[in-house]
């Protein structure tokens, strides 16, 4: 699916708000509120759902709340494509030069995003990534525990200095983000890759709650044998980062 960056006299935003979703139809409407309840009156934001080939009633929940709230945008995907090609859909299409994601099942909070977006406005041009950091998580034992191995694995192979990569909640430049190579699974890889840009990352721990309602939609077992290739893939890609020349031109 091809989404184009809207032209500049649509384009009032400063931050994009991007969740992807795929059959969170009972998340939706809870879950926008407490966008709007942390933004409101802080910044001119857009929120961009992108509906990743939902089965259920998610894009009816979207059309009816996007007839009362003229910022709330939604993306679809014709089939389910995954949640790094969600996000991506929505950054593509973002208005703003700040982009804040978040997961679409209310385990991330959205009283987090003005920290996250403060932290990128405040740390100036060499901060190309806020992350969220986890505490208090309200996963499971076995969950936590296959989470803590990965991020113990990818650390210690990228050095990417970062506890926690898995966190939805994050905000980045939106020309960072579209200046990396692309992959599925680019989004669980973004301190890495933020870095292999030259970029610095900042840190904001967050505090997770449980999903309100329904099932995960992205599990660890869809992607543990990807996962493995993407690590050896993103490792390849930072051994083989060459210094950006500086380029001028001649008048």
Same mark, same amino acid.
């Given at each position: 699916m091809?989404?184009?960056l809207?032209?500049?006299?649509?384009a009032?935003?400063?931050?994009?708000i991007?969740?992807?979703?795929?059959?969170?139809a009972?998340?939706?409407?809870?879950?926008?509120?407490?966008?709007?309840?942390?933004?409101?009156?802080?910044?001119?934001?857009?929120i961009i759902?992108?509906?990743? /080939?939902?089965?259920?009633?998610?894009?009816?929940?979207?059309?009816a709340?996007?007839?009362?709230?003229?910022?709330?945008?939604?993306?679809?995907?014709?089939?389910s494509?995954?949640?790094?090609a969600a996000?991506?859909?929505?950054?593509r299409?973002?208005? /703003? !030069?700040?982009v804040?994601?978040?997961? /679409?099942?209310?385990?991330?909070?959205? !009283?987090?995003?003005p920290?996250?977006?403060?932290?990128?406005?405040?740390?100036?041009?060499?901060?190309?990534? !806020?992350?969220?950091q986890?505490?208090?998580?309200?996963?499971?034992?076995?969950?936590?525990?296959?989470s803590?191995?990965?991020?113990?694995?990818?650390n210690?192979?990228?050095?990417?200095?970062?506890?926690?990569?898995?966190?939805?909640?994050k905000?980045?430049?939106?020309?960072?983000?579209?200046m990396?190579p692309?992959f599925?699974?680019?989004?669980?890889?973004?301190?890495?890759?933020?870095?292999?840009?030259?970029?610095?990352?900042?840190y904001?721990?967050?505090?997770?709650?449980?999903?309100r309602?329904?099932?995960?939609?992205?599990?660890?077992?869809?992607?543990?044998?990807?996962?493995?290739?993407?690590?050896? /893939?993103?490792w390849?890609?930072?051994?083989?980062?060459?210094?950006?020349?500086v380029a001028t031109?001649?008048?």
């Amino acid at each position: 699916m091809s989404v184009d960056l809207p032209s500049s006299a649509t384009a009032a935003a400063a931050v994009s708000i991007v969740v992807p979703v795929r059959n969170e139809a009972e998340n939706v409407a809870p879950l926008i509120a407490e966008i709007a309840a942390a933004l409101d009156g802080r910044w001119d934001y857009e929120i961009i759902y992108v509906n990743d /080939g939902s089965t259920d009633a998610t894009a009816d929940r979207l059309a009816a709340i996007m007839k009362q709230r003229g910022n709330l945008r939604q993306i679809r995907h014709a089939t389910s494509s995954g949640q790094s090609a969600a996000v991506r859909s929505g950054v593509r299409a973002a208005r /703003g !030069a700040i982009v804040a994601t978040l997961d /679409g099942d209310g385990q991330n909070n959205p !009283a987090f995003l003005p920290d996250l977006i403060a932290a990128i406005e405040n740390g100036g041009a060499r901060v190309g990534l !806020a992350a969220g950091q986890r505490v208090g998580r309200k996963d499971s034992g076995f969950k936590k525990l296959q989470s803590r191995i990965a991020n113990g694995v990818r650390n210690a192979i990228l050095r990417d200095g970062t506890r926690d990569t898995g966190c939805g909640l994050k905000a980045f430049r939106r020309e960072v983000f579209l200046m990396m190579p692309y992959f599925d699974g680019l989004h669980r890889f973004l301190p890495a890759l933020v870095r292999r840009e030259g970029f610095a990352i900042a840190y904001v721990d967050v505090i997770d709650r449980p999903r309100r309602s329904g099932v995960s939609n992205y599990g660890f077992f869809d992607r543990l044998g990807i996962g493995i290739m993407d690590l050896a /893939g993103v490792w390849w890609l930072i051994r083989r980062k060459k210094p950006t020349p500086v380029a001028t031109e001649v008048q």
